[in-house]
Nanobody, 124 residues
Framework: QVQLVESGGGLVQAGGSLRLSCATS????????MGWFRQAPGKEREFVAS????????TYGDSVKGRFTISRDNAQNTVYLQMHSLRPEDTAVYYC?????????????????WGQGILVTVSS
């Protein structure tokens, strides 16, 4: 099993940037495909980004393409989500997720492990 803890959230003005981190413990992160999701109040959990074990492939949700970048440092057992050009509609609780399945995953059901989530608020 793997445990996931997100950090780096907070309040930022529209147009600003934030970097989220997901620290993992338990099994080494290099054995997992990792993903980021978000959930705004009253909405379903939404796919943000996914990265394969060896960083060979990344996938993004349409609403964040060109603004967000997912990366990972397997030596540090950490996954990152760099967010630029933030918009008020990016306001949500952001979740880190992991799956032992090979290949990127875009659905909530594709992940087995979840962090507790961290709030990102973008003010207009």
């Amino acid at each position: 099993q793997v445990q996931l803890v997100e950090s780096g959230g907070g309040l930022v003005q529209a147009g600003g940037s934030l970097r989220l981190s997901c620290a993992t413990s338990g099994r080494t992160v290099s054995t997992y495909t990792m993903g980021w999701f978000r959930q705004a109040p009253g909405k379903e959990r939404e796919f943000v980004a996914s990265i394969m074990r060896d960083s060979s492939r990344t996938t993004y949700g349409d609403s964040v393409k060109g603004r967000f970048t997912i990366s990972r440092d397997n030596a540090q057992n950490t996954v990152y989500l760099q967010m630029h050009s933030l918009r008020p509609e990016d306001t949500a609780v952001y979740y880190c997720a992991a799956t032992a399945e090979w290949g990127v995953r875009v659905g909530v059901d594709g992940y087995d492990y979840w962090g507790q989530g961290i709030l990102v608020t973008v003010s207009s």
